[in-house]
């Protein structure tokens, strides 16, 4: 459509532009807006809801005097772990039960030193004794096996030592 100068219709051209662009937008922006909606659900229902449902975090300070006293009666345990898992001697059930027991004292003390979420002053106890404390875990469950496998009570001092050879 030509106006007598032979310029085309200036409003033919943009009410086509008109048009496309809002077919486009009807069809675009419904699938902008679902797909919109959907990430933030999804991200709603990934963050905790309820201060419950958050882990705390629990800091323990230790005194170095502390520190070295518990690392002390740890290291006593451990050796008289070592003794009791001497793969000369027999496993019978009372030595089964005593080796059982020092994992128990060793669980106990390495706990109050750091690991199962407390997060302490000393970087090494907090990268290294939540391992430790599995170490100790799994050489329970061998001791209690049947028949009982004390070998990974025995090198229990690889666990410690992993963390005193990263100082």
């Known amino acids: 459509m030509n106006d007598a100068g032979g310029n085309a219709d200036v409003a033919d051209t943009s009410s086509c532009r008109h048009i496309t662009a809002i077919t486009f937008a009807s069809r675009c922006l419904p699938r902008t807006f679902a797909l919109a909606a959907v990430f933030l659900l999804a991200a709603c229902a990934a963050a905790p809801s309820s201060p419950e449902a ?13 520190m070295q006293a518990h690392m002390r009666g740890l290291s006593e345990e ?4 070592v003794e009791l898992t001497d793969a000369a001697a027999p496993v019978d059930e009372a030595r089964r039960r005593e ?9 106990a003390a390495a706990e109050q030193v750091g690991g199962r979420g407390r997060v302490t002053n000393y970087t090494a106890v907090n990268k290294y ?9 799994l050489a329970r469950e061998f001791a209690e096996r ?7 009570a025995n090198r229990l001092v690889r666990s ?5 050879q990263s100082l």
């Open 54 to 66: 958050r882990t705390p975090i629990v800091y323990h300070a230790i005194s170095h005097p502390d």
């Open 78 to 81: 451990l050796l008289a772990l």
């Open 99 to 107: 080796v059982v027991e020092s994992l128990d004292r060793l669980e």
């Open 129 to 137: 004794m939540d391992g430790f404390l599995e170490d100790v875990e």
């Open 146 to 152: 049947e028949p009982a496998n004390l070998i990974p």
């Open 160 to 164: 410690c030592l992993s963390c005193h």
